[in-house]
C-alpha cells in the first residue's frame, strides 16, 4: 500500500527532527510537526487521514535485533530509489497524487514518478488460464482439498469464519495458536482455517481437535484463496492484513477481522479499520477478545455497517471507472518507458 512507503520515505526526516533515533526506535517527546503533513507524538499522521501509532511503524516487529535488521531492510529500499525514476504502486489510483517529492536531503531534489496501477487482480478464470499454461508456476503446489469447495457450497450463507495468516510470514506462537483454536470451537460456528501442516505451525493445536471439529470446520495446508472469499456462505476474513488478501476480501465484499503480524500490515489495519471501516481490529489473540470480536464481525448493527462500506469501497476502487483508470495508468506508464528509450 502507497501509505507504507510514504511512512518509509519519511525516515530520514523522521530520524533528523528527532522523531527516531538512527536504528529506528522511537524517541518519545512533546507534540511537533513535520511540514503539517506528519505529526508524530505516540502518533504519526499521513496524508491526513490515518493516525499511526508508534507502534504500527512497520519495521517495530519482533526482538530488537530483528527490529533493527527490518530497518536496515527499509533503508536499503530507499537508497534503491536513488536510481528509479518510476516507482509502479498497487494501489488505489484515486487515493494519492501522481507524484510524490522525495525528501531532498536523500535524494538531492529527485522527483520521483509515481504511476498507482492497482488493484491489478485477474479473474478466476484468468488464474485457471495461467495455471493451465504453468505460466504463474502452481505446478509446484500441492493440490488444493476439492473437499473444501464441496463443504462450502453445504453452508449457510454468511455463517462460515475463514482464517488466514498467510504462508510466509512465520508461524503465530504455540499459545496463540491453542487460544484461537478454542475460540473457533466455543463460537460452533463453521469455519476454514488455512494452516501450514508442520509442526511448527500446528504444535498448539489441543489433542484430539481436528477429529472433535471434523464436521463443523476445516483445518487445512492450503486453501485456494480467492475461490474461498467469493463463497456467499463466508460471512468473514480473520486476517493478517496482507495487501493482497485486503485487496481480494474487499474484492469479494467480505467483512475483515483483523490481527497484523508484521511490515506493512500494521499500516493496512489501521486504513482498514480506522480510515475505511470496513474491519474490527483484534487486540490480541486471548479467547475472549477473539470470541468477542467474531460476535461483533458476524452479527449485529455494526456487522450490518461494516458489510455496508464494504460494499461501498468495492464500488470506489474496483468499478467498472476504477478498472479503467487502472488500464489507463498502466499504458501511459508503458509510453513514458517507450519515450525515455527512445530519447
Known amino acids: 500500500m502507497f501509505a507504507t512507503y510514504r511512512v518509509v520515505f519519511a525516515i530520514p526526516e523522521l530520524i533528523l527532527n528527532g522523531f527516531i533515533s538512527e536504528c529506528g526506535t522511537p524517541i518519545l517527546h512533546h507534540h511537533h510537526k513535520i511540514n503539517q503533513d506528519i505529526i508524530l507524538q505516540q502518533d504519526l499522521l499521513i496524508s491526513n487521514q490515518a493516525k499511526l501509532s508508534t507502534k504500527d511503524l512497520p519495521w517495530l516487529v519482533g526482538e530488537p535485533s530483528s527490529q533493527k535488521s527490518r530497518f536496515a531492510f527499509w533503508l536499503r529500499v530507499i537508497n534503491r530509489t536513488r536510481s528509479l525514476p518510476w516507482i509502479l504502486i498497487n494501489s488505489f489510483p484515486k487515493e494519492d ?199 461483533k464481525i458476524m452479527v449485529g448493527r455494526e456487522a450490518e455497517m461494516i458489510q455496508k462500506k464494504v460494499s461501498e469501497m468495492k464500488a470506489r476502487v474496483m468499478g467498472d471507472q476504477e478498472i479503467c483508470a487502472t488500464a489507463s495508468n498502466l499504458e501511459s506508464f508503458v509510453e513514458v518507458v517507450r519515450e525515455a528509450n527512445c530519447c
Open 97 to 295: 497524487n501522481n507524484k510524490i517529492t522525495i525528501l531532498p536531503s536523500l535524494l538531492s531534489n529527485h522527483q520521483l514518478q509515481t504511476f498507482h496501477v492497482g488493484p491489478l487482480m485477474l479473474s478466476i478464470n484468468d488464474k485457471k488460464i495461467l495455471k493451465n499454461n504453468n505460466i504463474n508456476g502452481s505446478s509446484n503446489k500441492k493440490e488444493h482439498d476439492k473437499n473444501i469447495i464441496q463443504w462450502l457450497e453445504k453452508q449457510e450463507p454468511g455463517t462460515v469464519i475463514y482464517i488466514s495468516f498467510g504462508t510466509w510470514v512465520g508461524p503465530i506462537a504455540k499459545e496463540k495458536i491453542t487460544e484461537l483454536a478454542m475460540a473457533l470451537e466455543e463460537t460452533k460456528r463453521p469455519f476454514v482455517w488455512v494452516l501450514k501442516d508442520e509442526k511448527q505451525w500446528r504444535e498448539g493445536l489441543p489433542e484430539g481437535y481436528l477429529d472433535r471439529n471434523a464436521k463443523n470446520g476445516k483445518v487445512v495446508a492450503w486453501a485456494p484463496q480467492e475461490e474461498v472469499l467469493k463463497f456467499q456462505a463466508v460471512g468473514c476474513y480473520l486476517t493478517h492484513c496482507g495487501w493482497n488478501s485486503t485487496m481480494e476480501a474487499i474484492r469479494h465484499e467480505k467483512r475483515l477481522l483483523c490481527y497484523p503480524i508484521s511490515g506493512d500490515q500494521f499500516v493496512n489495519c489501521n486504513y482498514i479499520v480506522g480510515v475505511w471501516g470496513i474491519g474490527i481490529k483484534l487486540e490480541g489473540l486471548e479467547r475472549g477478545v477473539i470470541l468477542d470480536g467474531i460476535e
